[in-house]
């Protein structure tokens, strides 16, 4: 039987469609545009369950509901009849994919997880759980899935990436450093370690060391897939926005986040984030700039992937001008989502929040996104984006003149150490 890149069996697969698996798992972990060819070998290969699964899940990353929906349909359906004669490893993994594409991302998880726990080397397989966990977060389970991993993976510059990042959404940022240092000591050119560092960095205020390190490795990010070369552009962006270095991040900004793949969900996502929080620290943002989201927002603004999403994309429609179309798109997710529990309790309020905000309703704002900050990590996204509700909060405070409420949420959220130079302007300057 054929065997995959880490010596697992291959069902379905011929010689040419072997390699050209391999070829993919090799270029998923390395952020490569090359790993979109398995969408081509899915095609060419509809006996494969794990071509077809891993195209599956290719789509699901796109975080686009109804495309989702649409493109894994026909992917999942050929896994399944090709199923009788899969290993239970694949079947597993395939089950674990169809549950992710229909946003069970519960059932998604704990399928990983058991195809994880009995199979460590299934690489791939840990990559996708490591996304289901960004979009429903659980940072301690998260961790105890990379370290019930790593013994099979130690020597995997990209194993030790993911597993320095998930150290870091647990707050163990010296050993986040420490991980991601090794993995870089094997091969410099991991962009997910990179990321991990970045947010290790930004996370603990060491904002001058995380600026070194990340103009060292950013070149090596232009030979990877946009989601990545653009996600790490922002956080660079966010390290020089951090000491108010305003004119280099906006180079970042209008260089290499946005613009680039103006249908990407990725790049919406970072847009947001960063203008939002230039808004946040007095910065003025062009209308043109908002103008830009605008068409994006209106279509995913009532989506229902995950929360976290709707808090940007409500808030950008807004910052457009449409407020309209936000309250629209918050009533049509409320009348889906209201009796969905967890995460989307939350998530509700947070988006009535930031619409009120964003609105310049600083006391209605503040009023519903206080209760639920305690678990806004729930709603998606990680640390370091969600961290933006929490800064949406103080900024909430300062504008309803409450700057002593203001002072003491920042304090808490510095946990002790000295704020940067943007977040000591968050809270004191009014939106512009």
Not at 257 to 279: C, K, Q
Not at 410 to 432: D, S, W
Request: glycine content about 6%; some cysteine.
């Amino acid at each position: 039987m054929s065997v995959d890149w880490r010596g697992l069996p291959l069902s379905g697969a011929d010689a040419a469609t072997t390699a050209a698996i391999v070829r993919f798992q090799e270029n998923f972990q390395a952020f490569r545009d090359e790993a979109a060819a398995i969408l081509d070998v899915a095609e060419a290969a509809p006996g494969c369950v794990t071509a077809q699964t891993y195209a599956a899940a290719m789509h699901c990353y796109s975080q686009a509901e109804a495309d989702i929906r649409r493109d894994t349909a026909p992917l999942i359906e050929r896994a399944r009849a090709a199923a009788a004669g899969a290993s239970e490893r694949e079947r597993l993994v395939l089950a674990a994919v169809e549950a992710w594409a229909n946003a069970d991302f519960a059932a998604a998880a704990a399928r990983f997880e058991a195809a994880a726990t009995r199979w460590p080397e299934d690489i791939t397989a840990v990559k996708f759980a490591e996304f289901v966990f960004f979009e429903a977060p659980d940072f301690p389970r998260h961790l105890a899935l990379m370290e019930a991993v790593a013994a099979a993976n130690a020597d995997l510059p990209c194993f030790l990436a993911m597993r320095a990042f998930a150290h870091e959404l647990n707050g163990d940022v010296e050993a986040a450093i420490e991980i991601a240092d090794r993995a870089l000591a094997a091969e410099p050119d991991t962009p997910w370690a990179h990321h991990a560092l970045a947010h290790a960095y930004l996370n603990s205020g060491r904002i001058a060391e995380g600026l070194v390190v990340l103009d060292r490795h950013a070149a090596s990010w232009d030979h990877h897939a946009q989601g990545v070369r653009g996600h790490n552009a922002w956080h660079l962006a966010l390290l020089h926005l951090a000491v108010m270095d305003v004119e280099a991040a906006m180079a970042l900004y209008r260089t290499k986040v946005a613009g680039i793949a103006p249908d990407s969900v990725f790049e919406h996502t970072d847009a947001v984030g960063f203008l939002w929080r230039l808004e946040l620290a007095g910065i003025p943002v062009e209308p043109a700039a908002w103008a830009a989201l605008a068409g994006p927002a209106r279509r995913r603004a009532g989506e229902a992937v995950m929360p976290f999403l709707n808090t940007l994309y409500l808030h950008a429609l807004v910052r457009a001008g449409d407020t309209a179309a936000a309250k629209a798109a918050l009533a049509a997710l409320e009348a889906r989502k209201r009796d969905a529990g967890e995460p989307w309790t939350t998530g509700l309020a947070a988006c009535r929040a930031v619409v009120a905000l964003a609105a310049g309703d600083a006391a209605r704002g503040v009023a519903a996104l206080e209760p639920v900050l305690p678990t806004i990590g729930c709603i998606g996204g990680s640390d370091a984006q969600n961290d933006i509700l929490v800064l949406a909060h103080i900024g909430g405070l300062a504008d309803a003149g409450r700057s002593a409420a203001a002072a003491a949420a920042m304090a808490r959220r510095l946990a002790g150490r000295a704020p940067t130079p943007f977040e000591a302007a968050v809270g004191t300057r009014r939106r512009a």
